[in-house]
C-alpha cells in the first residue's frame, strides 16, 4: 500500500469510527501499522467488532495499549498477519473488560508461555492471571500457529475450571 493510500484509509477508518458503527472490516487491506487506528479507538465507544485479518501487521503493541482502556470492542480479528509476540496482550486482555473473541490464528505465534504465563499464579503466570482476571473472554484461536509445546496451555485450563 503506497503512502498516500495508507493516510486516505486511514482516514476513512477514522471517519467510520467517529460515526459511531460498531463493525469494522479492514481484512485483506495491506495494513502494516495500525497506529492510526489504535488512536482512534481510544475515545471510540461504539466498536463493537474489528476485523483486521489478512494483513500485514506484525506488531500489535500500541493496539494492546488501547484495548487496555476500551471497553466497547468485543471481538477482534488478527488473524493471518505475521504476529509472532502474544505476551503484549498479556497485560492488556487482563485489564480489558469487554473483549470477549479474540482471533490470533495464522500467524507466526510460536512461544505461548508468555500467554500461559498471564493466565495462572505460578512459574507460567500471565496467561493464567488475564483470564482469571478477564471473565468476557469466551473465544481464543490460536490455530495454524507454529506452537509445540502446549503444557502451559494445559495447565492454564486446569487453573482456569
Known amino acids: 500500500m503506497q503512502s498516500n493510500d495508507k493516510e486516505k484509509a486511514c482516514t476513512i477508518a477514522r471517519r467510520y469510527l467517529s460515526v459511531g458503527y460498531d463493525d469494522l472490516s479492514l ?3 495491506s495494513i502494516k501499522d495500525v497506529s492510526s487506528l ?4 481510544k475515545t471510540n465507544a461504539t466498536l463493537t467488532t474489528l476485523y483486521l ?4 501487521i506484525q506488531d500489535i503493541g500500541i493496539l494492546a495499549e488501547t484495548l487496555k482502556t ?4 468485543a471481538e477482534l480479528d488478527l488473524s493471518g498477519n505475521k504476529i509472532q509476540d502474544v505476551g ?23 512461544d505461548i ?5 498471564m493466565l495462572q499464579t505460578n512459574d507460567i503466570k500471565p496467561l493464567a492471571q488475564m483470564l482469571q ?6 473465544k ?20 482456569n475450571a
Open 27 to 29: 481484512r485483506s487491506c
Open 88 to 110: 503484549i496482550l498479556t497485560e492488556a486482555l487482563t485489564a480489558n473488560p469487554s473483549l470477549a473473541e479474540l482471533d490470533q490464528s495464522g500467524n507466526k505465534i510460536q
Open 140 to 159: 481464543l484461536d490460536l490455530r495454524d500457529n507454529a506452537i509445540e509445546d502446549i503444557k502451559p496451555l494445559a495447565q492454564m485450563l486446569q487453573k
Open 70 to 73: 476500551n471497553t466497547s470492542l
Open 38 to 41: 489504535a488512536e482512534a479507538l
Open 133 to 138: 482476571k478477564n471473565a468476557s473472554l469466551t
Open 53 to 56: 485479518g489478512q494483513n500485514k
Open 113 to 117: 508461555k508468555p500467554l500461559a504465563q
